[in-house]
């Protein structure tokens, strides 16, 4: 079973930055894919960014360029840094583990989700 927790969310004026941390139990870390998506008010949940087990990583257009994931392994945690955001960037921001270390950007291929952490970018 692995648990996720993410931190580091808040309100932030458009061109700011936040990080988002999100700590995993368990002994899989290491070897799992990890993603962030994001559900903004009377949206479906998107896709937001992945790095496999073997640190590549993949984002969806929107954030490219402006956001980086990372991840600390002896940490078990994993990291989605955000410069230059904007209004449309808020919403409740989600980590996802799969079982696989492959990347995967549908949200069906992921096992376990953290329970959210509000970002809200103000204009």
């Known amino acids: 079973q692995v648990q996720l927790v993410e931190s580091g969310g808040g309100l932030v004026q458009a061109g700011g930055s936040l990080r988002l941390s999100c700590a995993a139990s368990g002994r899989t870390f290491s070897s799992s894919a990890m993603g962030w998506f994001r559900q903004a008010p009377g949206k479906e949940r998107e896709f937001v960014a992945v790095?496999?087990?073997?640190?590549?990583?993949y984002y969806t257009g929107s954030v490219k360029g402006r956001f980086t994931i990372s991840r600390d392994n002896a940490k078990n945690t994993l990291y989605l840094q955000m410069n230059s955001l904007k209004p449309e960037d808020t919403a409740v921001y989600y980590c996802?583990?799969?079982?696989?270390?492959?990347?995967?950007?549908?949200?069906?291929?992921?096992?376990?989700w953290g329970q959210g952490t509000q970002v809200t970018v103000s204009s």
């Open positions: 996802a583990a799969r079982s696989l270390g492959l990347i995967g950007v549908g949200e069906w291929e992921y096992s376990y």
């Open positions: 790095i496999s087990s073997g640190n590549r990583t």
